[in-house]
């Protein structure tokens, strides 16, 4: 039986969690949710509710300079403010989960790197990273801060002002501004740069997804954190560790997909209810 906590992490649904995580071997899969409080936005959940961004697809990247134009002077700026994001108590909370040994590993579908930055390891990036770049080209992975640079370099006195910043890291900014941008190619082979992360169309590359069906498959248990599992490519191992008879235990502002398969459900602020998991598990 589902047990909901609305609003709030009551004493009882936080204690079911505690036994749930004490046990080890416990699998996270995070979503936006769980950056949010440190000023990121999300596609869905409230701060994303607000918004009308749409994200840049795959299809829509490769096939136009003007769109890796408009990304790129986009990305640019909003670079600022993702740079500038924290861990927050829920990161920091999942990191101190890992040391303490109840940990099997970490998948995130987010691409901040705010888990690492808390002091977590060996997290699997379900949709990659901002911090990286490929070439479409020659497939050279770089730093971001390189390609930073040199747009910096090709782009002197470009100060366009934000007026939102999206999900995945770019600035809304006016057209004009993003179409007198000068976007630059890969150093080695001079082909299409792209940010090292799944676009919204294409596909999480075939290893990475096995890596997270098997920790899913063989975890004590999977614990969602701030992701309404819209999408498939996280709900999926939901459903895959449900088949498996892993326990699973979803903590998110909101309803989920993955409601269903939920052992123990809280509709509860994550910093706040994985602290209070925290000292939970130390009683």
């Known amino acids: 039986m589902t047990q909901v906590a609305e609003n709030a992490a009551g004493t009882g649904e936080l204690a079911l969690l505690a036994d749930l995580v004490s046990g080890g071997d416990v699998v996270v899969l995070s979503g936006a949710g769980l950056s949010t409080e440190s000023g990121i936005p999300d596609y869905r959940g409230e701060t994303g509710r607000r918004r009308r961004a749409e994200p840049m697809t795959y299809q829509a990247f ?9 990304y790129w002077a986009r990305a640019h700026l909003g670079r600022r403010h993702m740079a500038a994001a924290r861990p927050n108590a829920g990161h920091r909370a999942v990191a101190e989960l890992q040391r303490r040994g109840l940990l099997a590993g970490i998948i995130t579908q987010n691409v901040d790197g705010l888990h690492q930055a808390a002091g977590a390891d060996g997290v699997i990036e379900l949709h990659g990273s901002l911090d990286r770049v490929v070439c479409l080209g020659c497939g050279q992975r770089t730093p971001r801060g390189r390609l930073e640079a040199r747009l910096r370099d090709a782009n002197p006195g470009f100060e366009a002002r934000a007026e ?20 630059v190619p890969c150093e080695r082979c001079g082909g299409v740069l792209k940010p090292d992360v799944v676009f919204f169309g294409e596909n999480v590359p075939p290893a990475r997804v096995r890596d ?22 996280g709900y999926r191992f939901v459903r895959h560790a449900a088949r498996h008879g892993v326990p699973v235990a979803i903590v998110n502002r909101g309803a989920t997909r ?3 398969h939920a052992a123990v459900r809280l509709d509860a602020p994550l910093g706040a209810t994985l602290t209070a998991l925290l000292g939970e598990l130390g009683r």
């Open 258 to 260: 993955g409601d269903e």
């Open 164 to 183: 939102a910043i999206n999900p995945d890291g770019d600035a809304v900014i006016p057209d004009e501004a993003a179409a007198a941008f000068r976007v």
């Open 212 to 233: 997270c069906y098997a920790l899913t498959g063989a975890a004590g248990a999977l614990l969602v954190l701030g992701s309404s599992l819209a999408v498939l490519s």
């Open 62 to 70: 490769t096939g136009s300079e003007a769109a890796r134009r408009r």
